[in-house]
């Protein structure tokens, strides 16, 4: 069919123009024809990988997959075309796994990795493959090839694990191996989801390995504080924050006690929650002892209830004596500072004072008990009371008694 | 409160799954031009083209995605789906286990190419047989709207089915074609005040194609009793809409 564009060019040229020149608009409509004719084939016939690919893909989600013009039947045209491509090799593996011919879809998947061992897509494939055919094992182990090469799929590959890579010894073992990245990647990947006991195996598995760092272990005691777990926070906290020759946990129960290190805010160490008009700083010119102490700025609109510095204790039974050093600039209001630990409260200072101790003693019975110790001002009872001042505290100190 | 709804689920899902010995049995793959997110992680159309999924997965759909079942069964899902996988028994005691789909959100178009398909949505159980296309939605209401191109598919009331799997309704066959409004059986027994329940209902639906001015249309003639279009909201007693084939 000649364009109706052709033809109408033709109309507006004269008669005699047109007679002299009919042989050569004729030779150039067949130039043209042919042309067309070549183009069409070449890109839109099947023997055309692409081509053929993609009418794969629409025959496959179109659920045709075997006979002529099925998927298989497709993509082993788009094959034969070009056959050092791995996605064609892959492409036919899962229309093969697909019309439920397992073995030589494997084989298609293999040849995929063996063209491009590096292509973490084609891994990824021929993991699934693995997958779908409850072949866990090569699964777990092609994917873990991929997170060795780079952590762009990393929560894909995790899911991948969780949901069909059974259990978790074996996906540690096969799925992460001795990738320390995908380790610390995989354990936070399930430190929100997960039950104590699984956590706890991943954990261990690292721990076994090297692979746990400081502040993976900073979070981890937090994690199990809040599980209400906290003989085995403190293990961890042992373990990972608290450094060689510190009275931690020896004489004293008190982290940091001095505020020498800059709080973290996790398991056993300082925490200090936000609080309006209250300014929370370590202060490097003013010390009871050493170099730092903290210092605590009251510059409050309202009646405050102020608890929002403090530190959780695990204690076991027996009797103990909290301290603390204490120093007060111009802290107005009839309500003092002071700390608190369960039911006890410390005295508490306003106005200006040097360095004070504060001291109390408490006793815990029974069971071991977790508790918090908090740097206090408790709401004044005239409810226009406004605190205003400083306050600067040092050496806060735990210690059991005898 | 429904987001945080949501991830609880998720991560009620997760949770229980994570460090179960048992590995599950891959009940078919879900593809899409975008991520399908998958327990709460978005799977990249760019890492595969189709995701192996199993039992317990709760999946969201951002784009259309096609869920191809291991039995060569597909659900197209609508953008912006949410609906939870899971398998239940063939027959009452039989080992083998097929797909069943508990939708929350969105809808979708289902051709059971090779074997029934159980789907669940508005809590309203709907089985389309071997060879039935159609579609199932959930509209803003949570009222669902049903549209079947051609074969059978047999329903079953409000409340007959939930998030983990269907109620008696599949121990028995499928009723008699047509409506049966009366006593509830299985599942099915509360009904909404002014509600009808349904009990094995099967509506066997004729579809013509018809092609006008180059466009599409479906024309759904059939046996949908007044009763089979209660939506769990109320009930109204003309037949469900006819809608045009989905894309």
Same mark, same amino acid.
């Given at each position: 069919?000649?364009?109706?564009?052709?033809?109408?060019f033709?109309?507006?040229?004269?008669?005699?123009?047109?007679?002299?020149?009919?042989?050569?608009?004729f030779a150039?409509?067949?130039?043209?024809?042919?042309?067309?004719?070549?183009?069409?084939?070449?890109?839109?016939?099947?023997?055309v990988?692409?081509?053929?690919?993609?009418?794969?893909?629409?025959?496959?989600w179109l %659920?045709? $997959?075997?006979? /002529?013009?099925?998927?298989?039947?497709?993509?082993e045209?788009?094959?034969? *075309?070009? #056959? &050092?491509?791995?996605?064609?090799w892959?492409?036919l593996?899962?229309?093969?796994?697909?019309a439920?011919?397992?073995?030589?879809?494997?084989?298609?998947?293999?040849?995929?990795?063996?063209l491009?061992?590096?292509?973490?897509?084609?891994r990824?494939?021929?993991?699934?493959?693995?997958?779908?055919?409850?072949?866990?094992?090569?699964?777990?182990?092609?994917?873990?090839?991929?997170?060795?090469?780079l952590?762009?799929y990393?929560p894909?590959?995790?899911?991948?694990?969780?949901?069909?890579?059974?259990?978790?010894?074996?996906?540690?073992?096969?799925?992460?191996?001795s990738?320390?990245?995908?380790?610390?990647?995989?354990?936070?990947?399930l430190?929100?989801?997960?039950?104590?006991?699984?956590?706890?195996?991943v954990w261990?598995?690292?721990?076994?390995? %090297?692979? $746990?760092?400081? /502040?993976?272990?900073?979070?981890?005691?937090?994690?199990?504080l809040e599980? *209400?777990? #906290? &003989?085995?926070?403190?293990?961890?906290?042992l373990r990972?924050?608290t450094?060689?020759?510190?009275?931690?946990r020896?004489?004293?129960?008190i982290?940091?006690s001095?505020?020498?290190?800059q709080?973290?805010g996790?398991?056993?160490?300082?925490?200090?929650?936000?609080?309006?008009?209250?300014?929370?700083?370590?202060?490097?010119?003013?010390?009871h002892?050493?170099?730092?102490s903290?210092?605590i700025?009251?510059?409050?609109?309202?009646?405050?209830?102020?608890?929002?510095?403090?530190?959780?204790?695990w204690?076991s039974?027996?009797?103990?004596?909290?301290?603390?050093?204490m120093?007060?600039?111009?802290?107005?209001?009839?309500?003092?500072?002071?700390?608190n630990?369960?039911?006890?409260?410390?005295?508490?200072?306003?106005?200006?004072?040097?360095?004070?101790?504060?001291?109390?003693e408490?006793s815990?019975?029974?069971?071991?008990?977790i508790?918090?110790?908090?740097?206090?001002?408790?709401?004044?009872?005239?409810f226009?009371?406004?605190?205003?001042?400083?306050?600067?505290?040092d050496?806060?100190?735990?210690k059991?008694?005898? | 409160?429904k987001?945080?709804?949501?991830?609880?689920?998720?991560?009620?899902v997760?949770?229980?799954?994570?460090?179960s010995a048992?590995?599950?049995?891959?009940?078919g793959?879900?593809?899409?031009?975008?991520?399908?997110?998958?327990?709460?992680?978005?799977?990249?159309p760019?890492?595969?083209?189709?995701?192996?999924?199993?039992?317990?997965?709760?999946?969201?759909?951002?784009a259309?995605?096609?869920?191809?079942?291991?039995d060569?069964?597909?659900?197209?899902f609508?953008?912006?789906?949410?609906f939870?996988?899971?398998?239940?028994?063939?027959?009452?005691?039989?080992?083998?286990?097929?797909?069943?789909?508990f939708?929350?959100?969105?809808?979708l178009?289902?051709?059971?190419r090779?074997?029934?398909?159980?789907?669940?949505?508005?809590?309203?159980?709907?089985?389309?047989?071997?060879?039935?296309?159609?579609?199932?939605?959930?509209?803003?209401?949570?009222?669902v709207?049903?549209?079947?191109?051609?074969?059978?598919?047999?329903?079953?009331?409000?409340?007959?089915?939930?998030?983990?799997?269907?109620?008696?309704?599949?121990?028995?066959?499928?009723?008699?074609?047509?409506?049966n409004?009366?006593?509830?059986?299985?599942?099915?027994?509360?009904?909404?005040a002014?509600g009808?329940?349904?009990?094995?209902?099967r509506?066997t639906?004729t579809?013509?194609?018809a092609?006008?001015?180059?466009?599409?249309?479906?024309v759904?003639?059939?046996?949908?009793?007044s009763?089979?279009?209660?939506?769990?909201t109320?009930c109204?007693?003309?037949?469900?809409?006819v809608?045009?084939?989905?894309?």
């Amino acid at each position: 069919m000649i364009h109706p564009g052709v033809v109408r060019f033709a109309k507006t040229l004269p008669t005699s123009f047109i007679a002299g020149k009919l042989p050569l608009v004729f030779a150039f409509l067949l130039e043209a024809l042919i042309a067309f004719s070549l183009v069409h084939t070449h890109l839109l016939s099947p023997a055309v990988p692409q081509v053929a690919g993609n009418q794969g893909y629409r025959q496959l989600w179109l %659920g045709n $997959v075997d006979g /002529p013009g099925g998927a298989v039947h497709l993509f082993e045209q788009a094959l034969q *075309s070009d #056959p &050092a491509f791995p996605y064609r090799w892959s492409d036919l593996g899962e229309a093969l796994l697909t019309a439920r011919q397992p073995d030589r879809a494997r084989y298609c998947f293999q040849r995929a990795v063996e063209l491009a061992p590096h292509d973490p897509q084609v891994r990824l494939r021929a993991a699934n493959f693995y997958f779908r055919n409850q072949e866990i094992e090569p699964a777990l182990q092609m994917d873990s090839t991929v997170l060795q090469q780079l952590p762009d799929y990393d929560p894909m590959i995790f899911s991948s694990y969780v949901r069909m890579g059974g259990d978790i010894p074996r996906v540690l073992e096969l799925g992460i191996g001795s990738n320390a990245r995908a380790a610390r990647a995989f354990f936070n990947f399930l430190a929100p989801q997960s039950d104590a006991n699984t956590s706890g195996a991943v954990w261990n598995w690292m721990e076994e390995r %090297g692979f $746990v760092t400081v /502040p993976m272990a900073l979070a981890r005691t937090s994690w199990l504080l809040e599980k *209400s777990l #906290p &003989a085995e926070a403190t293990a961890v906290w042992l373990r990972y924050a608290t450094p060689a020759g510190s009275p931690y946990r020896k004489t004293d129960w008190i982290f940091n006690s001095g505020f020498e290190n800059q709080w973290t805010g996790e398991g056993f160490d300082w925490r200090v929650d936000p609080c309006t008009g209250v300014a929370v700083v370590a202060d490097e010119r003013i010390a009871h002892s050493g170099r730092r102490s903290l210092r605590i700025e009251f510059h409050a609109a309202e009646n405050l209830d102020f608890h929002h510095v403090s530190q959780m204790v695990w204690l076991s039974p027996g009797r103990y004596r909290l301290r603390a050093w204490m120093r007060t600039q111009d802290l107005s209001t009839d309500e003092g500072v002071g700390l608190n630990i369960l039911d006890v409260n410390t005295a508490a200072l306003t106005g200006t004072h040097d360095w004070t101790e504060l001291a109390s003693e408490f006793s815990v019975r029974g069971a071991p008990q977790i508790a918090r110790v908090q740097i206090v001002r408790r709401p004044s009872a005239r409810f226009d009371s406004r605190p205003q001042g400083t306050v600067w505290i040092d050496d806060v100190e735990l210690k059991r008694l005898p | 409160m429904k987001a945080t709804r949501i991830t609880a689920c998720i991560l009620a899902v997760v949770i229980c799954r994570i460090g179960s010995a048992e590995q599950s049995t891959v009940l078919g793959t879900i593809g899409s031009t975008s991520a399908v997110v998958i327990d709460g992680t978005a799977m990249s159309p760019t890492g595969s083209s189709a995701w192996p999924v199993v039992a317990g997965d709760e999946i969201a759909t951002q784009a259309p995605a096609l869920l191809t079942t291991a039995d060569h069964n597909l659900a197209t899902f609508d953008a912006e789906s949410r609906f939870r996988l899971n398998a239940v028994a063939t027959s009452p005691g039989a080992a083998e286990k097929q797909p069943y789909i508990f939708v929350r959100q969105g809808g979708l178009a289902f051709d059971a190419r090779s074997s029934r398909l159980l789907i669940c949505i508005g809590n309203r159980l709907f089985v389309p047989e071997t060879l039935a296309k159609g579609t199932l939605r959930l509209d803003k209401n949570g009222s669902v709207l049903q549209h079947i191109d051609s074969g059978v598919f047999a329903e079953q009331g409000a409340r007959s089915c939930n998030e983990d799997g269907p109620g008696t309704f599949l121990t028995g066959s499928p009723g008699p074609a047509g409506g049966n409004a009366g006593a509830a059986g299985g599942n099915a027994g509360a009904v909404p005040a002014g509600g009808v329940t349904v009990t094995n209902t099967r509506a066997t639906v004729t579809a013509v194609a018809a092609t006008l001015v180059g466009i599409g249309v479906a024309v759904a003639t059939g046996a949908f009793s007044s009763a089979s279009s209660c939506a769990t909201t109320g009930c109204n007693a003309n037949p469900p809409p006819v809608s045009t084939i989905q894309p």
